[in-house]
């Protein structure tokens, strides 16, 4: 014991040099850990100073010794310096916690407030400086350095105002002055934007402060979604608008609540704009959905006789040729074969939830959509589900014309439809002469089963109620 108290002031450097190693090379995986060790060595070291007749409150009485007064002093003044770190970091937890990343910005602020109170402490206390003087004289200097850095004040001070009101955070998608991207850092100068090109933006903060800011990924299950078509003035714009309403409904990403809609935006002198949107719950998917949409909108129009050209109507030899034309299996055969398969194509009309091919059916022929949209729904524990959504130039009955199997999937459609169809023998025949047609049949099977498979899997788990709520439902 008379050793230890000998050598107080030693084992408080002992503490210090812990403490560094300790919270620069010490594996703690939570930040609490790490904050609690630390706290533990601040209280261990006040107790070894202060034992040693150390105050922090005082300066050192050592006149005999001139190298342990220097010491003492320099343990005393490193004594405000430690706290002003442990509370730094305590508040830094506590914002952690309550405000999430978002809080580091304030937490430096505060820190720099903390460690600013700590050193007039120590020079007040330890080294028995006027403080006033010294207070007034930091006065003066910081209305110097305030004038030189208003602009990078500015910044800061925007910062702290962003963090508190937290209009975005980090990993959020925001839109900042017209500048697109992901919040990646928010320091004390700047917001750090990562863009949809893989460049990073860097937005001071005080421009963020001011400028119109829009948050994409708030609120987090509702997301808009749109696109602009721009049509020849002369088409009606009913027209116009009943293809885009097909096209909205063709998509089954999009909510029904709220529900999209296709509204004419502009008339121009020579052409007019549309535009058709709607909400997503994933936000990722938004890119994809957009391009859906600009797909079915392209195949509706197309259906409607509709050109987005400024030369107006389409003009077509005849619709079920120019039909085939867009579809993909027939791609690979030459113009006078697909003659002769319109020849051999005849349209039907379906009303609005009228069943085109029942579940299990064999039908004696290949369906495809030239208008409308249809649904695709298969059992699924005695209950239809719905798999997927069809629009112009798809078609149905493969199973048929392959191997004489019956549909998998009850097809309905969900709005006014023409769908053509074309007789199995034409369509075996033409399968015969091309195999490039079995083959892409073949795929467009196997793509079906496989999304149908994908489908089932994502459908929710409905949740069994039990105990006391099921005991009250049933009496």
């Known amino acids: 014991m008379t050793f230890l108290y000998a050598h107080l002031l030693s084992f408080s450097v002992l503490v210090l040099v812990i403490d560094a190693l300790l919270w620069q090379l010490a594996p703690f995986p939570h930040r609490v850990t790490r904050v609690g060790m630390r706290l533990a060595l601040f209280l261990l070291y006040s107790v070894l100073i202060i034992n040693a007749g150390v105050s922090p409150l005082q300066a050192p009485l050592l006149a005999d010794d001139r190298v342990s007064q220097f010491g003492a002093t320099a343990l005393a003044i490193v004594w405000w310096l430690y706290a002003a770190r442990v509370l730094t970091e305590l508040i830094g937890l506590l914002l952690m916690r309550r405000i999430g990343h978002s809080g580091r910005l304030l937490q430096d602020v505060i820190g720099a407030l903390v460690f600013l109170v700590a050193i007039v402490a120590a020079a007040g206390y330890v080294m028995e400086l006027p403080v006033k003087g010294l207070l007034a004289t930091s006065g003066v200097v910081a209305i110097v350095v305030g004038l030189a850095l208003q602009s990078t004040l500015s910044d800061v001070f925007s910062g702290i105002v962003l963090n508190t009101t937290k209009p975005y955070q980090v990993d959020d998608l925001v839109s900042i002055d017209g500048?697109?991207?992901?919040?990646?850092d928010i320091d004390w100068r700047s917001t750090h934007l990562l863009t949809s090109a893989g460049t990073l933006a860097v937005?001071?903060?005080?421009?963020?402060?001011k400028a119109k800011l829009i948050n994409l990924s708030r609120p987090t299950n509702l997301h808009g979604v749109s696109i602009s078509i721009k049509v020849a003035n002369h088409i009606r714009p009913r027209r116009v608008l009943d293809a885009l309403d097909r096209t909205l409904q063709g998509s089954s990403a999009l909510l029904l609540k709220p529900a999209p809609k296709a509204v004419l935006k502009e008339a121009g002198e020579t052409s007019s704009e549309y535009v058709a949107s709607g909400f997503i719950s994933d936000l990722n998917k938004k890119s994809e959905v957009r391009n859906q949409l600009f797909d079915l909108a392209h195949r509706h129009l197309e259906a409607a006789n509709i050109s987005r050209q400024l030369d107006g109507v389409i003009e077509p030899s005849s619709r079920a040729r120019a039909l085939l034309d867009e579809v993909k299996i027939f791609r690979s055969l030459s113009a006078e074969e697909r003659d002769h398969l319109a020849q051999n194509m005849h349209p039907h009309q379906y009303s609005a939830g009228e069943?085109?091919?029942?579940?299990?059916?064999?039908?004696?022929?290949?369906?495809?959509?030239a208008t409308g949209v249809v649904s695709v729904t298969v059992l699924d524990d005695d209950h239809q589900t719905e798999v997927g959504r069809m629009g112009p130039s798809e078609v149905m009955g493969e199973q048929s014309i392959l191997a004489d199997a019956p549909s998998l999937g009850t097809f309905t459609a969900m709005t006014s439809s023409i769908i053509y169809q074309l007789?199995?023998?034409?369509?075996?025949?033409c399968m015969a002469k091309r195999s490039e047609v079995g083959q892409a049949l073949n795929k467009l099977q196997a793509v079906?089963?496989?999304?149908?498979?994908?489908?089932?899997?994502?459908?929710?788990?409905?949740?069994?109620?039990?105990?006391?709520?099921s005991w009250l439902q049933k009496r």
């Open 355 to 369: 069943v085109v091919l029942s579940c299990e059916e064999v039908p004696e022929c290949l369906f495809v959509i």
């Open 203 to 209: 937005v001071p903060n005080s421009v963020a402060a």
């Open 448 to 469: 079906r089963l496989q999304n149908s498979r994908l489908a089932l899997m994502a459908k929710p788990v409905a949740i069994k109620k039990g105990g006391f709520l």
């Open 179 to 184: 500048v697109e991207g992901k919040v990646v």
């Open 423 to 429: 007789d199995k023998a034409v369509a075996r025949e």
